[in-house]
């Protein structure tokens, strides 16, 4: 983006929250609500890469700069800090956190990169935690608001790099036969507290084996939605086509569809 275009946005951002004759529901944001809006943006930024939609891609990203800038204003207003400021700081980041491209130090590869990385946050977030005068913690830093699955995969990497850690992906497969059994006892004993917990242990572990076979577990599980997605359609138009619906079928009937569906893939 040339200083010009990005120069126009922030004009155009300034003029919606303008009292004078702005935009009323562009004035009335906070922070606070539009930070949902900031969210349905990065998901929808993932989902053009997804699809290979380029064309999507260029739009949604547009509307992830906006919300950037939207940021940005309602700080400058409040005298807290502006677009320049973010600029700056991301840029210092990135210097500070690249000695071997803006400095004299060597790296070899790709994952040593990436382990330098690592360790260059984990001191910044030990300066943080000793001027709040709270005890380090490898798990600093891991935000609360990730989706469950990315927190549970990051919360696992910060443990790994400490040594807590399974040794192979095959030793995770124990685990997961551990957390079913004592699902199916928590189904029985009816406590339902409990058998979320179980569930929730289980998911935990899932997410432990899809990091160890180096797989996303967020990206893993949108291209089971996405299969799913399909394969249901295809089954409502299968009966569809004979002047029936999901709700007319039998459960057998659709596992059938479900299968001839999965052997044609």
Not at 42 to 56: F, H, K, L
Not at 114 to 125: G, I, L, P, V
Request: glycine share 6%; charged share 30%; aromatic share 6%.
């Amino acid at each position: 983006m040339s200083r010009g275009s990005l120069d126009r946005l922030l004009g155009i951002m300034a003029r919606l929250r303008d009292p004078d004759g702005g935009c009323p529901w562009d004035r009335e944001q906070t922070f606070a609500t539009i930070a949902p809006h900031t969210i349905e943006e990065a998901y929808e930024v993932v989902e053009a890469i997804d699809t290979g939609d380029v064309a999507a891609l260029k739009e949604e990203l547009g509307d992830l700069l906006f919300q950037v800038v939207f940021y940005a204003q309602i700080a400058g207003e409040r005298g807290l800090f502006d677009f320049d400021d973010i600029g700056a700081g991301i840029s210092d980041k990135m210097v500070r956190r690249h000695p071997h491209v803006f400095g004299e130090a060597r790296i070899a590869d790709a994952e040593a990169q990436t382990a330098a990385w690592e360790d260059h946050k984990q001191r910044e977030r030990h300066v943080k935690a000793a001027a709040a005068a709270t005890p380090p913690s490898a798990l600093d830093g891991v935000s609360t608001t990730l989706p469950a699955l990315s927190r549970a995969a990051k919360l696992q990497k910060r443990a790994a790099r400490v040594g807590f850690d399974w040794p192979a992906p095959t030793d995770v497969l124990p685990k997961l036969i551990e957390e079913i059994d004592e699902i199916a006892r928590e189904i029985v004993g009816g406590n339902e507290k409990k058998l979320e917990e179980e569930v929730g242990d289980l998911l935990f572990s899932c997410v432990n084996l899809a990091r160890k076979l180096k797989i996303d577990p967020e990206a893993a599980l949108r291209r089971g939605n996405r299969k799913f997605d399909a394969r249901f359609r295809k089954i409502e138009q299968a009966l569809a086509a004979s002047g029936r619906t999901p709700a007319d079928a039998t459960l057998a009937e659709m596992d059938a569809l479900w299968d001839m569906l999965k052997r044609e893939e």
